[in-house]
């Protein structure tokens, strides 16, 4: 089975790659914004009808596979 989503007359499968990189690459991500970024990106995307299917955070960036409706 595949994780395509259908409706009547279309089916689609639309994720997107997203990394998030701070300025100079600065370590900063990985001490004091640690647990305070995983609520908050996922609360993002329910705002724009997206989904977080699966999300890394590395001492210098963040890795997002993001799945959006056909919108």
């Given at each position: ?8 007359h279309?089916?689609w499968?639309?994720?997107y790659?997203?990394?998030?990189i ?33 999300g890394h ?5 963040v890795?997002?596979l ?6």
């Open positions: 089975m595949t994780d395509s989503q259908r409706l009547q279309t089916l499968e639309c994720k790659h997203v990394v998030f701070p300025k100079y690459r600065r370590k900063v991500l990985f001490a004091a914004l640690r647990k305070d970024l995983g609520p908050v990106f996922r609360e993002l995307a329910r705002h724009k009808a997206c989904r977080v299917e699966e955070l590395r001492p210098d960036h890795h997002m993001l799945s959006i409706s056909s919108k």
